[in-house]
């Protein structure tokens, strides 16, 4: 996964507006702590990010 798509996939889900909000300020265990962008500044796969965005979201598994 790029980072574009995890971006569209954030605004899909949260709102183009509350997204990249949403990316700054919440903070996921799963990525060590981090936020989203803290994530991708720190290098971690998109993939990874997603799957815990999609883990708090309580997204389907089919959206994960």
Known sequence: MREAELWLRLTKHL???Y???W???VVLAELGGRTVREGLAAGLPCK???RAV????ELPAHER
């Open 15 to 17: 709102g183009q507006g």
């Open 19 to 21: 997204a990249p909000v």
């Open 23 to 25: 990316a700054d300020q």
């Open 48 to 50: 990874r990010i997603w």
């Open 54 to 57: 999609g883990e708090i979201l």
